[in-house]
């Protein structure tokens, strides 16, 4: 396994604006596929979002409300899978490409996930991903409606399993309360952690 996180230092991507989404998601899962190069045919991506690309697709709602032109760039951008997109192409990644959406652990999901996947013999590994921003009014409003919070900075976490990796014992030992400065992201930065031997 390998891991990876990315923060507000992510550079641009080209393709995308306004938002930090996919930058993170690009960078988390860049160095994680540079450190540890594979067969993209081989390899899967899943990614996984409480509330996804709230920025683009808040600053999209604002803007046809307000009677602006429609931008298509953002619509692409608000969908989750875009980046993916961007990433399968960059690394020859040719697996399923999934964006999940949860309420409050990415980490078990992400793992049960993979499990799920890599029963396909034509898969080797699987490449997980948390990401979530700090937010808008309206994602605040939906995390407090859903008792979670956000994290304290944009933040994602990318974690390479293989098919030979214990997960079934890593999902169990994932904590699944929300808590800061993580929020749902809790998780997935412990096991990054342990992944790369350092603490949260």
Same mark, same amino acid.
């Given at each position: 396994?390998?891991?990876?996180?990315?923060?507000?230092?992510?550079?641009?991507?080209?393709?995308?604006?306004?938002?930090?989404?996919?930058?993170?998601?690009?960078?988390?899962?860049?160095?994680?596929?540079?450190?540890?190069?594979?067969?993209?045919?081989?390899?899967?991506?899943?990614?996984?979002?409480?509330?996804?690309?709230?920025?683009?697709?808040?600053?999209?709602?604002?803007?046809?409300?307000?009677?602006?032109?429609?931008?298509?760039?953002?619509?692409?951008?608000?969908?989750?899978?875009?980046?993916?997109?961007?990433? /399968?192409?960059?690394? !020859?990644?040719? #697996?399923? +490409?999934?964006? %999940?959406?949860? =309420? *409050?652990?990415?980490?078990?999901?992400?793992?049960?996930?993979?499990?799920?996947?890599?029963?396909?013999?034509?898969?080797?590994?699987?490449?997980?991903?948390?990401?979530?921003?700090?937010?808008?009014?309206?994602?605040?409003?939906?995390?407090?409606?859903?008792?979670?919070?956000?994290?304290?900075?944009?933040?994602?976490?990318?974690?390479?399993?293989?098919?030979?990796?214990?997960?079934?014992?890593?999902?169990?030992?994932?904590? /699944?309360?929300?808590? !800061?400065?993580? #929020?749902? +992201?809790?998780? %997935?930065?412990? =096991? *990054?952690?342990?992944?790369?031997?350092?603490?949260?």
């Amino acid at each position: 396994m390998i891991a990876a996180m990315a923060d507000a230092s992510a550079p641009p991507v080209a393709g995308f604006v306004e938002s930090a989404f996919s930058p993170l998601v690009h960078q988390a899962v860049q160095r994680c596929l540079t450190a540890r190069p594979g067969d993209g045919s081989r390899t899967a991506m899943v990614l996984a979002s409480t509330m996804g690309d709230a920025t683009t697709l808040d600053l999209g709602s604002r803007l046809l409300a307000g009677g602006q032109p429609h931008n298509p760039l953002l619509f692409m951008q608000s969908t989750a899978n875009a980046v993916l997109g961007r990433l /399968s192409r960059e690394f !020859a990644v040719t #697996g399923p +490409l999934l964006s %999940l959406s949860t =309420l *409050a652990d990415p980490a078990a999901e992400l793992l049960a996930t993979a499990e799920l996947l890599l029963e396909d013999e034509e898969l080797d590994r699987v490449v997980l991903i948390g990401v979530e921003l700090t937010g808008t009014e309206r994602t605040a409003a939906a995390h407090r409606a859903l008792r979670t919070g956000p994290p304290a900075a944009d933040l994602a976490v990318a974690i390479v399993v293989d098919r030979d990796d214990p997960l079934g014992h890593l999902r169990h030992d994932v904590p /699944s309360a929300p808590s !800061a400065p993580y #929020g749902t +992201l809790r998780g %997935l930065v412990e =096991l *990054a952690a342990r992944i790369q031997g350092t603490q949260p």
